[in-house]
T-cell receptor
């Protein structure tokens, strides 16, 4: 079974703090893709990153960074020096290329950044 | 490039009615997927269309159906609406069948009373 677990339901931080959002996934496939999406209050899901199962390199994009570890089936997302505009719900998702390929989302983590 | 557009943005229907939601993908994108988002169940995959063919379907009853037209625009239909169908329905498009990133529209907020 394919499953994505985001154990943190809600996180509150003060602006400029660093914050890490956890994502643990389960799949029997050897080929799969992991995604992070941001859903601001407007409701539209915004793509942040895609990583395939063969690429364990960490990635940094500005204040965002991602740590992919196959050994622990985790794909964690860190925001450095958080800002109020980072307040949103963040979803981790797994795309597997089986007979019924589809995107399976975690339950999301609501991040609240305050001044 | 224009993003994914969904119409209508908000809809209020009565139990037992049916509803049709529309999605226009990004120009050049041939794959359209639909998701239902509710506070209780989160984001759940409904179905995916590519070149007018349904490729995959999620675990939803037959009251939920969809189609894709030759211009890649897609519609989803829900018949005999139930209170539990109240949700945000999101449409996403991607260039093709590979696991490209999906670009989401703003959603249609359906309220069933």
């Amino acid at each position: 079974a394919q499953k994505v677990t985001q154990a943190q339901t809600e996180i509150s931080v003060v602006e400029k703090e660093d914050v890490t959002l956890d994502c643990v996934y389960e799949t029997r496939d050897t080929t799969y893709y992991l995604f992070w999406y941001k859903q601001p209050p407007s409701g539209e899901l915004v793509f942040l990153i895609r990583r395939n199962s063969f690429d364990e390199q960490n990635e940094i994009s500005g204040r965002y960074s991602w740590n992919f570890q196959k050994s622990t089936s985790s794909f964690n997302f860190t925001i450095t020096a958080s800002q109020v505009v980072d307040s949103a719900v963040y979803f981790c998702a797994l795309f597997y290329t089986g007979t019924a390929s589809k995107l399976t989302f975690g339950t999301g983590t609501r991040l609240q950044v305050t001044l | 490039k224009a993003g994914v557009t969904q119409t209508p943005r908000y809809l209020i229907k009565t139990r037992g009615q049916q509803v049709t939601l529309s999605c226009s993908p990004i120009s050049g994108h041939r794959s359209v997927s639909w998701y239902q988002q509710t506070p209780g169940q989160g984001l759940q995959f409904l179905f995916e269309y590519f070149s007018e063919t349904q490729r995959n379907k999620g675990n939803f009853p037959g009251r939920f159906s969809g189609r894709q037209f030759s211009n890649s625009r897609s519609e989803m239909n829900v018949s005999t609406l139930e209170l539990g169908d109240s949700a945000l329905y999101l449409c996403a498009s991607s260039p093709g069948l590979e696991p490209y990133e999906q670009y989401f529209g703003p959603g249609t907020r359906l309220t069933v009373t």
